[in-house]
């Protein structure tokens, strides 16, 4: 159990492109879903905290009108990478929370390496 | 805020033998999750090992255990009996129940064979 399906695992596009990147719970329900970027040999840094049904609460220096984030259902959170340029590319990782007892467990995606050209 | 700092960059070990990676952390809250997650070349984070803080008991997971020291806010991973597929770069991070986590800069595992 515990599965999170990131698509896709690979981008590649133009200058100026929006990019959407999703993130699914496969099987069972996250309230609370997050979004990390990963740069080269470096750690995740966290970007959003993506609850379902409100608005993103985001880091502090992502831009928000950048990186936009929908947590439409409780299965289900994407982020879109609006008007996409060089310094974007990165990998990003998404992870969903499961309550698991009393406690919270974050289980990770696998990833989408971004690169804009 | 938190902070969780991983000092060696990177460390090997000898197939079969017994490697220790060190993980310190700074937290102001009194409820948090300590956890080593590991992230081989395919960049799949997969979690090896969680400690809840209240539990004064050592986290284990077959040949994974971890030393936890509250008071010093030390938690380090030991990895026993080590195998080729043990190396990756292993993360240590902090959260709250429920809530975003902290993650050290990383340490890259070589395993020699």
């Known amino acids: 159990g515990a599965v999170v399906s990131q698509h896709p695992s690979r981008v590649i596009c133009k200058s100026g492109t929006s990019v959407k990147i999703e993130c699914r719970s496969l099987?069972?329900?996250?309230?609370?879903m997050f979004w990390y970027r990963q740069f080269p040999k470096q750690s995740l840094m966290l970007m959003a905290t993506?609850?379902?049904?409100?608005?993103?609460?985001?880091e502090q220096g992502v831009e928000k009108d950048k990186f936009l984030i929908n947590h439409a259902s409780l299965t289900l959170s994407t982020l879109t990478v609006a008007s996409a340029h060089p310094e974007d590319s990165s990998f990003y990782i998404c992870?969903?929370?499961?309550?698991?007892?009393?406690?919270?467990?974050?289980?990770f995606g696998a990833g989408t390496r971004l690169s804009v050209l | 805020a938190q902070t969780v700092t991983q000092s060696q960059p990177e460390m090997s070990v000898q197939e079969a033998e017994t490697v220790t990676l060190s993980c310190t952390y700074d937290?102001?809250?009194?409820?948090?999750?300590l956890f080593w997650y590991k992230q081989p070349p395919s960049r799949q984070m997969i979690l090896v090992i969680r400690?809840?803080?209240?539990?004064?008991q050592n986290a284990t997971e077959n040949r994974f255990s971890v030393n936890f020291q509250k008071a010093a806010k030390s938690f380090s991973l030991k990895i026993s009996d080590s195998q080729l597929g043990d190396a990756a770069m292993y993360f240590c991070?902090?959260?709250?129940?429920?809530?975003?986590?902290?993650f050290g800069a990383g340490t890259i595992l070589r395993v020699k064979s």
């Open positions: 991070a902090c959260g709250e129940y429920g809530n975003k986590l902290v």
């Open positions: 937290t102001s809250e009194s409820d948090y999750y």
């Open positions: 993506s609850n379902e049904g409100s608005k993103a609460t985001y």
């Open positions: 400690q809840e803080a209240y539990k004064q």
């Open positions: 099987d069972f329900q996250a309230t609370t």
């Open positions: 992870s969903a929370s499961r309550t698991e007892g009393v406690k919270n467990i974050q289980y």
